[in-house]
C-alpha cells in the first residue's frame, strides 16, 4: 500500500471523532499525499489554521531577506523610527523571529477589530527585557512586528506580499493572513469539542498576561468571516495543500520555483536561538521564524525538522533532510488536539524522512 493510501485509510478511520481532516504531503517538490476526510471536505477547503500560519508569514520575512529588502541583524529603527523607544534601538528582526525580542504582550482589552491599530502601540512598549537576552512564545505581538515590518520595507501588506510569493506556485488562493470575500464560501466551520471548556479556560488563564481573552481563539468567533478579513500574520486561513507547498518552496524547488537561494536554507531553518521560555517554562529551540523538531518529538529527535503546530489541532512542517513537508488541517477545534497531527506526520516521516 502505497503513503497516499496508508494516509487516506487512517484519516477515514479518524473522520468520525475528527469530523473533518486534511493532509498534503510533498517529497523533493512532488505532491505524493492529498488527502481529505469528512463530508463537504474537499483539498479546496480553508481553514483556520492558528499559530500554523506562523510557518508563512516567517517565510515571507526570509524571502524578502534572501532578496535584500531585510536584513536579519540590521536595527529595525532604520526601517521604523519610532520603534527605538524605551531601548528598542538595537533589536532587530533576528529578534522578533526567535520571539526575543522582548514583546510578547497587547493590552488587556485588545480585540481582533483593534489588531491594525497595534503596531504603534508596540513600537511605544517598554520591552520586557533587553532585546536578545531571553526569549518567550509571542503568539498575537509575532504577526503584528513582521507584518509591519515588511510593510516598512515594501510598502505592501504583508498579505499582498505574501501573494505575490505564492502565485507562481499556484496557491495564491489557499493561504491567507486575511479572508478575502470572495473566499467565504470555501472556509470550514469548527467545531468545538464536548468537555474542553476547562481546558479552553486554563490556557485562557495561562496566556491572559499576553494574549488577552477576546483574542483568544473560539470556534464562535472563527466561524464569523468578517473577523478573519481582518489581516492576522500570527495566524493564517489555508489549506493544507497550500502550506505544505510553501514550505516546499522554501527547502527547496517546486514545479521550477525556490523561494530562496539553496545556500540560504541552513541559515533560515538551522538552530538561531536555544533557551528556556520565560513564560511558559519549556525549553525551545527556534530557527529564524520556525521551531526546530517535528510536532511529538524533540529538536534533538527531529534536528531537520522545523515547522509550527497551532492552536485547535492544525501543524505544518519541513524536513530539510529529506525534501518531505507536511500539513494537516481539521474541522475540530480541539485546544489539546494534537493527537491525529502528531500520528499522521510520524507515519509520512516514518515512510519518507
Known sequence: M??????????????????????????????????????????????????????????????????????????????????????????????????????????????????????????????????????????????????????????????????????????????????????????????????AEETFAMLAGMFEQVVPRALQPR?????????????DASSAILTARGIAKLYAALIGEVDGVRLVRPEAVPVITGPALVAQDELLGNPATLALGYSIGRLGSSADESPATIGWPGMGGSAAWADTRSGVTFALTRTLFDPSGSASAIEIGNLVAKALC
Not at 91 to 113: D, I
Not at 219 to 231: M, Q, T, V
Request: glycine share 10%; proline share 6%.
Open 2 to 195: 502505497d503513503l497516499q493510501d496508508q494516509v487516506q485509510r487512517r484519516i477515514d478511520e479518524l473522520a468520525g471523532t475528527e469530523l473533518g481532516l486534511q493532509v498534503a504531503v510533498y517529497r523533493q517538490g512532488e505532491l505524493v499525499v492529498d488527502a481529505v476526510a469528512g463530508d463537504g471536505v474537499t483539498p479546496e477547503t480553508l481553514y483556520f489554521a492558528a499559530s500554523t500560519g506562523k510557518g508563512a508569514s516567517a517565510t515571507v520575512a526570509n524571502v524578502l531577506v534572501d532578496r535584500g529588502i531585510l536584513d536579519y541583524d540590521r536595527p529595525i529603527v532604520d526601517i521604523w523610527p519610532e520603534f527605538g523607544a524605551h531601548g528598542k534601538e538595537r533589536a532587530t528582526l533576528r529578534h522578533v523571529l526567535t520571539h526575543s525580542v522582548g514583546l510578547p504582550a497587547l493590552p488587556p482589552g485588545t480585540t481582533r477589530t483593534g489588531l491594525p491599530e497595534q503596531a504603534d502601540r508596540l513600537a511605544a512598549t517598554e520591552p520586557w527585557w533587553e532585546p536578545g537576552t531571553k526569549m518567550t512564545y509571542h503568539a498575537e505581538t509575532f504577526g503584528v512586528l513582521v507584518g509591519e515590518i515588511v510593510r516598512r520595507a515594501t510598502g505592501r501588506t504583508i498579505s499582498d506580499v505574501l501573494r505575490e510569493i505564492l502565485t507562481p506556485l499556484g496557491m495564491e488562493e489557499n493561504v491567507f493572513f486575511a479572508l478575502p470575500g470572495g473566499q467565504r464560501h470555501r472556509l470550514a466551520r469548527l467545531v468545538e469539542p464536548e468537555g
Open 219 to 231: 470556534a464562535a468567533d472563527l466561524n464569523r468571516p468578517e473577523l478573519l478579513a481582518i489581516e
